[in-house]
T-cell receptor, first 112, second 115 residues
Framework: KNQVEQSPQSLIILEGKNCTLQCNYTVSPFSNLRWYKQDTGRGPVSLTIMTFSENTKSNGRYTATLDADTKQSSLHITASQLSDSASYICVVNRHAGNMLTFGGGTRLMVKP | ETGVTQTPRHLVMGMTNKKSLKCEQHLGHNAMYWYKQSAKKPLELMFVYNFKEQTENNSVPSRFSPECPNSSHLFLHLHTLQPEDSALYLC??????????????FGPGTRLTVT
């Protein structure tokens, strides 16, 4: 069964601290993996997209990693800010089309 | 702003009402999508349109009826909904399906409450 599992479900950290969110998937065949940020009451916004051959990709303070062998990805947030409070969703594309499988998301709260 | 707009942003309707959700994209894309996001559940794909043709209906009940008059507009017509249909309905667009790792751009969503 094609699935995307994320952990933790929720996370609270203090402003300025780093954190890492995890994503494990069983989706096959694999085309690419995306991380989205979704603010409350808003639609998801893409942070990174990685194909099979890419191991890491950065977007400002966000760094995503991908291990296609173990089917694991992580999203590392450096020097967190209050505006990082949101849900972070891992999404795997099964093939070259646009059939996406979504994880349940990690709800991050950054406190001052 | 992502270039994808949705109206209304909030909607409360009774189970016997008929309403429509509207989505418009200003990105020149040819594929559009409807998703349902329920509390504490992953996004669920409902419908996909590629060049105005429906290419995916993910076992959605017939009380949800999509319409895509052109590549820029997508509607979701609602009738005789159930309380469990209350959710955030998200529209997205991308370049045509099947053309590589096309990123999907999401609208802000319509928060639907069925009473």
């Amino acid at each position: 069964k094609n699935q995307v599992e994320q952990s933790p479900q929720s996370l609270i950290i203090l402003e300025g601290k780093n954190c890492t969110l995890q994503c494990n998937y069983t989706v096959s065949p694999f085309s690419n993996l995306r991380w989205y940020k979704q603010d409350t009451g808003r639609g998801p916004v893409s942070l990174t997209i990685m194909t099979f051959s890419e191991n890491t990709k950065s977007n400002g303070r966000y760094t995503a990693t991908l291990d296609a062998d173990t089917k694991q990805s992580s999203l590392h947030i450096t020097a967190s800010q209050l505006s990082d409070s949101a849900s972070y969703i891992c999404v795997v594309n099964r093939h070259a089309g646009n059939m996406l499988t979504f994880g349940g998301g990690t709800r991050l709260m950054v406190k001052p | 702003e992502t270039g994808v707009t949705q109206t209304p942003r909030h909607l409360v309707m009774g189970m016997t009402n008929k309403k429509s959700l509207k989505c418009e994209q200003h990105l020149g894309h040819n594929a559009m999508y409807w998703y349902k996001q329920s509390a504490k559940k992953p996004l669920e794909l409902m419908f996909v349109y590629n060049f105005k043709e429906q290419t995916e209906n993910n076992s959605v009940p017939s009380r949800f009826s999509p319409e895509c008059p052109n590549s820029s507009h997508l509607f979701l017509h609602l009738h005789t909904l159930q309380p469990e249909d209350s959710a955030l309905y998200l529209c997205a667009s991308s370049q045509a399906e099947g053309q590589g790792a096309n990123e999907q751009y999401f609208g802000p969503g319509t928060r639907l409450t069925v009473t």
